[in-house]
T-cell receptor
Framework: ETGVTQSPTHLIKTRGQQVTLRCSSQ?????VSWYQQALGQGPQFIFQ???????GRGNFPPRFSGLQFPNYSSELNVNALELDDSALYLC??????????????FGPGTRLTVT | SQKIEQNSEALNIQEGKTATLTCNYT??????LQWYRQDPGRGPVFLLL?????KEKRKERLKVTFDTTLKQSLFHITASQPADSATYLC??????????FGAGTRLFVKA
């Protein structure tokens, strides 16, 4: 176990609705990255947060947004859900700054189904 | 365009043999490359990281090579066990915020 937790485990939403997914980082880690993983594919980078600021973004529309809190936990918000948003959403914590480490520690993921 | 390719076909090997998985990339200049293991319905687990100036890295039964000329990494599991059965993902990083993952290769180790 990595110490990274995500909630909820599973979620079913209807097209057009909004969803918030949550992640608690591993102790001592200050950076959180979010990924979307479709079935049979590798994780696709959504964005990264460092010191409560978005540090970089992948090729995802603005309806995907996030937050990082002072305790380094994080949220992923998706508005106007589409059927193609159905996927496993993963958060990964890592350490940035002076003691940067590129190793990422993933949570178990949230399985989102949009109907 | 940038691309990472891992063998999409599953790899089936006999217990005790060495499994070798391949990761090829184009139009990237990665600062490092990582390998992760992923079991069904779970998040990836970090295994090894190798930097662009390193040729080989080992950890217990695992070995990774990195050839920046061929734009290829090989991942070896020696003395494979049924418990090694999983999907293995390679991931490239350029030293910034973004990590790019391949689609992964499924490994089945038969007893």
């Amino acid at each position: 176990e990595t110490g990274v937790t995500q909630s909820p485990t599973h979620l079913i939403k209807t097209r057009g609705q909004q969803v918030t997914l949550r992640c608690s980082s591993q102790s001592g880690h200050n950076t959180v990255s979010w990924y979307q993983q479709a079935l049979g594919q590798g994780p696709q980078f959504i964005f990264q947060y460092y010191r409560e600021e978005e540090n970089g973004r992948g090729n995802f529309p603005p309806r995907f947004s996030g937050l990082q809190f002072p305790n380094y936990s994080s949220e992923l918000n998706v508005n106007a859900l589409e059927l193609d948003d159905s996927a496993l959403y993963l958060c990964a914590s890592s350490l940035s700054g002076t003691l940067i480490s590129y190793e990422q520690y993933f949570g178990p993921g949230t399985r989102l189904t949009v109907t | 365009s940038q691309k990472i390719e891992q063998n999409s076909e599953a790899l089936n090997i006999q217990e005790g043999k060495t499994a070798t998985l391949t990761c090829n990339y184009t139009n990237y200049s990665p600062a490092y490359l990582q390998w992760y293991r992923q079991d069904p319905g779970r998040g990836p687990v970090f295994l090894l990281l190798i930097r662009e100036n390193e040729k080989e890295k080992r950890k217990e039964r695992l070995k990774v090579t990195f050839d920046t000329t061929l734009k290829q990494s090989l991942f070896h599991i020696t003395a494979s066990q049924p418990a090694d059965s999983a999907t293995y993902l390679c991931a490239l990083g350029t030293g910034g915020f973004k990590t790019i993952f391949g689609a992964g290769t499924r490994l089945f180790v038969k007893a």
